[in-house]
């Protein structure tokens, strides 16, 4: 629960900034971005790397994770697809 | 941007691996942590911040209301039902093999929940199959969004509140915001109570 407060916490307070600076010249912040992403996705590998944990199970259980991993997303895809279709959802 | 982040992904992942043979000179909790969160964080301000400028974007959203619930709704249900499919296929517990998938890729929460609810094999699996539900989601994201809006969303389930978000709205766009964070939202919400369910009918 405090972790999603957490989360809702910036976003709420980026959304609402940025719609009263909507009629402000707009400030590309294309470049910020790009390196909080970085930073987000090296963090994420290292987080993998290091933990011992998925090492371990990775090799041992892989191969009924993929059929598993690919089964799941490709059900999930097309209901996810018809359901949206079918509200009108864009 | 799919390269770079592949890259820094193999790096990062290098990184880790090398750190905890090396005794560890960097935290592993000053990395995981607070520099992850740390991201993640400036992540959600900046895109709250370019979703807030959008004025199209909010008028979208307005129109949307309730709908926005029916994405994750179905993901849930595509996910158990794959969940399903591949029990029978691989000739598991269907049920664990559905508790499995009911992370929707919250690897953290279905690998101690699942190993404690299942045993331990399942609970490794429960670990690897969310695990690599982020990655697929981010590894496969310039495929996947040119197929639907939606179905990056699909792919990445509970994640896309957090981890996936904005590698989601850097390839959707910025209207893909709110759909992508409502939706990891709600998943993230019903995972657990899905993944006990499961267990309790068993």
């Known amino acids: ?90 | 941007m799919i390269r770079y982040i592949l890259l820094v992904l193999v790096i990062g992942a290098t990184m880790g691996y090398l750190n905890n043979s090396f005794e560890r000179p960097i935290a592993n909790s000053f990395v995981s942590e607070y520099l992850f969160d740390f991201a993640l964080l400036l992540l959600l301000f900046l895109m709250g911040l370019a979703f807030g400028v959008n004025k199209e974007a909010l008028i979208k959203l307005k129109k949307a209301r309730l709908k926005v619930l029916v994405l994750p709704f179905s993901i849930a249900l595509g996910s158990i039902l794959g969940g399903l499919v591949s029990g029978y296929v691989l000739g598991i517990d269907a049920y664990a093999s559905m508790a499995v998938c009911s992370g929707f890729g919250w690897y953290t929460l279905a690998g101690p929940l699942v190993g404690q609810l299942f045993g331990v094999e399942f609970g490794a699996l429960g670990f690897v199959v969310n695990f690599l539900r982020e990655l697929l989601t981010i590894v496969t994201i310039s495929l996947t969004s040119k197929l639907d809006k939606h179905v990056p969303i699909a792919f990445g389930g509970a994640t896309t509140m957090d981890t996936t978000l904005p590698v989601i709205v850097r390839y959707c766009g910025n209207e893909a915001l709110i759909t992508a964070f409502a939706s990891g939202f709600t998943l993230s919400a019903i995972a657990p109570f899905a993944i006990t369910a499961i267990a309790t009918l068993r």
């Open chain 1, 1 to 90: 629960m405090l972790r999603i407060l957490v989360l809702v916490a910036p976003l709420v307070a980026g959304i609402l900034l940025g719609y009263l600076l909507s009629n402000r010249k707009p400030v590309n912040l294309n470049k910020v971005t790009f390196v909080a992403i970085i930073l987000l996705i090296f963090s994420l590998g290292f987080t993998i790397g290091a933990s011992d944990e998925m090492l371990n199970a990775l090799p041992r259980v892989g191969l009924s994770a993929i059929v598993i991993l690919l089964l799941t997303v490709f059900f999930s895809a097309v209901l996810a697809k018809a359901a949206t279709k079918a509200v009108g959802m864009k």
